[in-house]
């Protein structure tokens, strides 16, 4: 079955770096995939949409790539600041053909002053 | 506009009690979904409403959960009677277009529901 693999360690950065998150998924060929933050007490709020024929979105300091050979998103912000600190998760429809994302666990992003 | 609402924001109820959830979507928004998260787990899909009526209910655990959408407004989630396990985060979200996948879902900020 499906699998998203979102590295479950805080990352740590300095304010100002260039923050990188990795989402891999196994055993299918998703058509989209996005990403959403969510900050403690609250529901994912969606930040972006990559489909399979695009290699790269941007959007302000956010930055997201999709390989499918890799099966791999990544997901850049650059100059990090620490209100860009919270939990970013990455969700891809699952197989079948639903439309409906399926969601990984989510990596947490700490940015510090 | 208004953002989806979803009531209580916590609840705390026996084990073998009912507990029922409450979700408003964003006004005009025909597609609502309910995920949960459970502790340590990723946030899972339960049920898909298209207007009032079930397109896909796939991820609903069992028959203790009894989900409505009377009239394509708001949404209801039942738990009845309540075990242990289900404890967790409820999730409710709505979109305009299950298709339109650029604008993401709008989700809520959750029930934390702690069965004990």
């Known amino acids: 079955s499906q699998k998203i693999e979102q590295n479950s360690e805080a990352l740590n950065i300095q304010e100002g770096k260039t923050a990188t998150l990795t989402c891999n998924y196994t055993?299918?060929?998703?058509?989209?995939l996005q990403w959403y933050r969510q900050d403690p007490g609250r529901g994912p709020v969606f930040l972006l949409l990559i489909r399979e024929n695009e290699k790269e979105k941007r959007k302000e300091r956010l930055k997201v790539t999709f390989d499918t050979t890799l099966k791999q998103s990544l997901f850049h912000i650059t100059a990090a600041q620490p209100a860009d600190s919270a939990t970013y998760l990455c969700a891809l429809p699952p197989s079948g053909g639903s439309y409906i994302p399926t969601f990984g666990r989510g990596t947490s992003l700490i940015v510090h002053p | 506009e208004a953002g989806v609402t979803q009531f209580p924001s916590h609840s705390v109820i026996e084990k073998g009690q009912t507990v029922t959830l409450r979700c408003d979507p964003i006004?005009?928004?025909?597609?609502l979904y309910w995920y949960r998260r459970v502790m340590g787990k990723e946030i899972k899909f339960l049920l898909h409403f298209v207007k009032e009526s079930k397109q896909d209910e796939s991820g609903m655990p069992n028959n203790r959960f009894l989900a409505e959408r009377t009239g394509g407004t708001y949404s209801t989630l039942k738990v009845q009677p309540a075990e242990l396990e289900d404890s967790g985060v409820y999730f409710c979200a709505s979109s305009q277009d299950v298709g339109d996948l650029s604008r993401g879902y709008t989700f809520g900020s959750g029930t934390r529901l702690t069965v004990v």
């Open positions: 006004s005009g928004h025909d597609n």
């Open positions: 055993n299918y060929s998703p058509a989209y």
